[in-house]
């Protein structure tokens, strides 16, 4: 350990730490814009390019990044100095003059960091000028928008795209003031391996990296006379969404999203969670298929759309392992423009199924042409919690005001299972309980399953069925589960299921989530409100849930029926 004083406040700490690691210990806040640290998901970016943590240390003539220097002994630190002070601002000034001053109008106006640290910093002119860098806007994919004008050469999406994610589509390129991050050869986004698991968008502190917006186009859907519009929410967005109206992570606002998008105007509003619960009942079948006949072990969970993206470009050669089943909101699209449409009498050609998801992936994903079914895409527009709280700004609802409603029906009855897909571990958990019970024939003394819990990038658990052990592996980030993937293409694999999500956490902690900054306690605050919410309901096993059985009997006859294939399960291309 190693004494330092920061401010003539004393603190004691590790070795390792840097100045910036000691101030937080000693509760003294240096501002800070390029470096991030999610300590418990690992993802740490250390670039010290943004040069707005300089601090003084006694007996230095130069000044010193906090972020990269490591504490000495009787380190002497001052954080307040005019010195400081007056370098920091000078290194938001320099960056602010080589970006757009289109703050009002951009689409992280209010949620930009260069922005609030220049307010906070008390920024009010620009001392230097000269040519800005322009560059073309890459509006390529369905899913992100890059705008490298805006860029303020962090890294941090390099470090997320990279590090973390083990994707390699960001890095710098050039060399001075040419100096870009970007694909190779600064390839269009939508001409890369790109995934679209947005772990890019949410670590940028600017406009830099955003999902394409496609709010506009819910507006001209619920405005056209013609349409039916329906939405769905996925599991993740009831426990983020509030953030955005000033309420602590973690508060469950369930009732109240069900009402505002009522009040928006959507002629049904249907709970993705319902679709969970379906895949649950076809992903525990196939499992109970795949182990009864010896078929390809393990079975990979195939919800995540950036997930089986990674899969299909990284490891062709594995395609055969995910699950078949769609994910659960194109699975709720394709029963509205069946089941629904036809117990309802309505054209599925005049049917609008609008997602909300806390996901920049699930824009791609709906797009692809093999799930649609007709040519009618199972689900046409997919806007992310962000846009959802724009929408309700724009319509003026004061959402925190609101008095909670139930979703509709028939697809709005779920499960405490279908809730527990917003979080890593969830999705297995889920169908553990259904095999479980399927295989024994017996209700589970103990329905929750601690060991499949967590929030460790890298899971394992062994669960009894029925006599027979199942070994189970989850896996959060892209990078820990490239390990997974390694092993089961080199025939080391023991598991029998993976649970994979892409990004840090599992849904909650997606890409179109509210901005969390580098604030782990963000994600865990929205975990435990997952599993509150889980707790708190009736039935908690998707192969209970009534109105699920219901379209069964009516539409599908049985779990993996010939019908369900049809409509509920796809294949996936090398
Ligand atoms: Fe998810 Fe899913 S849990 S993928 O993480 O399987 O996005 O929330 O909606 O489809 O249900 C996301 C969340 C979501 C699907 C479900
Ligand atoms: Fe990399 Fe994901 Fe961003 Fe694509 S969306 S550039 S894969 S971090």
């Not at 003294?28 to 943004?50: E, F, Q, W």
């Not at 289109?102 to 220049?118: H, S």
């Not at 890459?138 to 303020?152: E, G, H, L, M, Y």
Request: aromatic share 6%; glycine share 6%.
């Amino acid at each position: 350990k190693v004494t330092v004083t920061i401010n003539n406040k004393t603190v004691t700490v590790p070795r390792e730490y840097t100045i910036l690691n000691a101030a937080v210990e000693a509760g003294v806040k240096i501002p800070t814009l390029c470096h991030l640290d999610l300590h418990d998901l690992k993802m740490v970016n250390r670039t010290a390019s943004c040069r707005v943590c300089m601090v003084e240390v006694e007996g230095s003539p130069k000044l010193s990044p906090a972020c990269a220097t490591p504490v000495n002994d009787g380190m002497e630190i001052m954080t307040d100095t005019m010195k400081a002070i007056t370098a920091r601002r000078m290194s938001i000034e320099l960056l602010l003059s080589n970006h757009p001053t289109d703050c009002l109008v951009c689409q992280k106006n209010l949620q930009c960091e260069l922005q609030a640290l220049a307010h906070q910093l008390g920024v009010r002119e620009i001392n230097y000028s000269g040519e800005r860098t322009t560059y073309h806007l890459d509006t390529s994919s369905q899913a992100v928008v890059k705008n490298q004008d805006k860029c303020i050469l962090c890294r941090r999406c390099e470090t997320a795209c990279n590090a973390i994610q083990t994707c390699g589509i960001l890095s710098a390129l050039n060399r001075g003031f040419e100096t870009v991050v970007g694909p190779a050869f600064n390839l269009p986004m939508a001409e890369t391996s790109c995934t679209y698991c947005g772990s890019c968008v949410a670590v940028c502190p600017t406009a830099a990296l955003t999902e394409v917006n496609h709010i506009p186009k819910v507006w001209e859907a619920l405005r056209n006379p013609k349409k039916y519009v329906v939405v769905q929410t996925a599991p993740a967005i009831r426990v983020a969404l509030g953030e955005l109206f000033g309420m602590e992570p973690g508060t469950i606002v369930t009732g109240k999203l069900a009402a505002g998008l009522k009040k928006l105007g959507f002629d049904k509003v249907f709970d993705t969670d319902f679709g969970a619960d379906v895949t649950i009942l076809e992903e525990a079948s196939e499992l109970l298929e795949r182990i009864d006949n010896n078929k390809t072990l393990p079975m990979l969970t195939s919800c995540c759309p950036a997930w089986v993206s990674y899969i299909e470009h990284q490891f062709p050669d594995l395609v055969d392992i995910p699950s078949s089943c769609k994910s659960p909101h194109i699975m709720v699209g394709t029963i509205i423009k069946s089941y629904f449409a036809e117990k309802n009498n309505i054209d599925p050609k005049d049917i609008t199924v609008v997602s909300i998801m806390p996901c920049v992936a699930k824009k791609a994903e709906a797009a692809r042409t093999e799930l649609s079914i007709d040519d009618n895409n199972n689900v046409d527009i997919v806007i992310t919690t962000r846009e959802l709280a724009m929408m309700f700004n724009e319509a003026g609802i004061d959402f925190d005001k609101l008095s909670d409603e139930e979703f509709d029906h028939p697809l709005g009855e779920t499960t405490g299972a279908s809730v527990i897909f917003g979080t890593t571990g969830g999705v297995i958990e889920a169908a553990v309980r259904t095999v479980h019970e399927w295989k024994t024939g017996e209700g589970l003394e103990k329905i929750e399953y601690e060991q499949l819990r967590g929030i460790e990038g890298l899971r394992e658990a062994e669960v009894k069925v029925d006599g027979t052990k199942l070994n189970i592996g989850i896996a959060h980030g892209l990078g820990n589960a490239r390990k997974l993937l390694e092993d089961i293409r080199n025939g080391k694999s023991k598991y029998h299921a993976i649970e994979i999500m892409a990004c840090p956490g599992g849904c909650i902690g997606g890409g179109g989530q509210p901005y969390h900054y580098g604030n782990d306690e963000v994600v865990k605050a929205r975990q435990k409100a997952i599993y509150e919410e889980e707790k708190n309901k009736e039935v908690r096993k998707s192969h209970l849930n009534k109105e699920v059985l219901k379209m069964y009997e009516e539409y599908f006859e049985k779990p993996y029926s010939e019908k369900a294939h049809k409509l509920l399960h796809t294949k996936y291309t090398p």
